[in-house]
């Protein structure tokens, strides 16, 4: 069978790269050696960089060690509710 688009790895990177391939109509292998994919999108250290709950952005970005103010831009274009919705 052919393809248009390989993608190698199920995690989060790999799973919105094959939806966003497929969403444009193309034929998608998705290839990922662990058992199950999307693997760390289950992790959530603590909730602290999981931006895959559903705590207000501000709490999220406060609870990120370090600085984690570099978040407000992504979130102002995509936002831990959007990638829920994505997924």
């Not at 393809?3 to 193309?26: C, R």
């Not at 999307?38 to 406060?62: F, M």
């Amino acid at each position: 069978m052919d393809f248009d688009v390989i993608v190698i790895g199920g995690g989060p990177s790999g799973l919105m790269a094959a939806i966003a391939a497929a969403e444009k109509n193309k034929r998608v292998l998705l290839v990922e050696k662990g058992p199950k994919l999307g693997r760390k999108l289950i992790l959530s250290g603590g909730g602290r960089c999981n931006v895959t709950n559903r705590k207000p952005a501000e709490e999220i970005i406060k609870n990120i060690p370090g600085n984690g103010r570099f978040m407000y831009s992504p979130f102002s274009e995509f936002n831990n509710e959007d990638i829920i919705a994505f997924f």
